[in-house]
């Protein structure tokens, strides 16, 4: 069985500061990890995914996220945010590539810009 | 780039009603899946296809069925609709080939009086 953990589910940041979004996954393979945001009154948007090529994850406007094994972790980051970057995002896991399996979702933080 | 449509973006029925919400994609993908989304509770897989007339239960399947007649459109039923089904009911499609993402609709918001 796999499970996502994210912590916090309101984030608060001030503009150009850093986004530290958290999320720890629990699963008995190894696993594909994503990160979705999701903009007011619209579907999910991909932003990043970990397929272990590579722990170091970048992915669309300027987000990143590093997989690390040892702590079941996939945390989401951006060194400076933007009032663009208001909105929820989701962690989520699969024990495929995403396409083929349904996804097990974190409950979601809702990240909020102070100007 | 790949789309995937839900037929209503808001939509209003009443307790009792049979409902169905439709969703359409045209990127020729084999799995197709219905999320249903709650505040506080993320998303959660209702049921999926990885065929035409195939489909497969997922966490939460009580009070749902689906149907999946052609390959790029896949419908979720609400046999008797009941006021703790209001939310947010989300599609998505994917393909079997691996690194490749689920790609979600905009989202049907049903309210059920």
């Known amino acids: 069985a796999q499970s996502v953990t994210q912590l916090g589910s309101h984030v608060s940041v001030s503009e150009g500061a850093l986004v530290l979004l958290r999320c720890n996954y629990s699963?008995?393979?190894?696993?594909?990890l994503f990160w979705y945001v999701q903009y007011p009154n619209q579907g999910l948007q991909l932003l990043l995914k970990?397929?272990?090529?590579?722990?170091l994850v970048k992915g669309i406007n300027g987000f990143e996220a590093e997989f690390k094994k040892s702590e079941t972790s996939f945390h989401l980051t951006k060194p400076s945010a933007h009032m663009s970057d208001a909105a929820e995002y989701f962690c989520a896991v699969s024990p495929s590539g995403g396409g083929a399996d349904g996804l097990t979702f974190g409950k979601g933080t809702h990240l909020i810009i102070q100007p | 780039d790949v789309k995937v449509t839900q037929s209503s973006r808001y939509l209003v029925k009443r307790t009792g009603e049979k409902v169905f919400l439709e969703c359409v994609q045209d990127?020729?993908?084999?799995?197709m899946f219905w999320y249903r989304q709650d505040p506080g509770l993320g998303l959660r897989l209702i049921y999926f296809s990885y065929d035409v007339k195939m489909k497969e239960k997922g966490d939460i399947p009580e009070g749902y069925s689906v149907s999946r007649e052609k390959k790029e459109r896949f419908s979720l039923i609400l046999e008797s609709a009941s006021t703790n089904q209001t939310s947010m009911y989300l599609c998505?499609?994917?393909?079997?080939?691996?690194?490749?993402?689920?790609?979600f609709g905009d989202g049907t918001r049903l309210s059920i009086l």
């Open positions: 998505a499609s994917g393909t079997l080939s691996q690194n490749q993402p689920q790609h």
């Open positions: 990127m020729d993908h084999e799995n």
């Open positions: 970990y397929t272990s090529a590579a722990t």
């Open positions: 699963s008995s393979v190894p696993p594909y």
